[in-house]
């Protein structure tokens, strides 16, 4: 199975954004500000970047940083509501 990494394009026009679906898999389509998340390749990033970033109705595109932040979390104080009774 291939890695994925997830990407955010900012576009100018939502309708031409349509056609990123043949880089990788859209998965969300922000209409109000313009932008979209995609999943592509891990090891073909960089090439698909500079690719999306020569089309006249890409602003930008940014690596999303989602896997790189820890979404495990321990809390040294009890939990309150554990310890609450009927």
Do not use: C, N
Request: charged share 25%.
């Amino acid at each position: 199975m291939h890695e994925r990494i997830g990407a955010i394009v900012w576009v100018s026009d939502i309708k031409s954004a349509r056609g990123l679906e043949k880089f990788g898999s859209v998965h969300y389509i922000s209409k109000r500000m313009k932008y979209v998340v995609m999943y592509m390749d891990a090891a073909q990033y960089e090439a698909t970047a500079i690719q999306l970033s020569k089309f006249p109705y890409v602003k930008a595109v940014e690596r999303s940083y989602r896997t790189e932040i820890r979404t495990e979390y321990s809390s040294s104080m009890p939990d309150k509501a554990k310890s609450y009774t009927y």
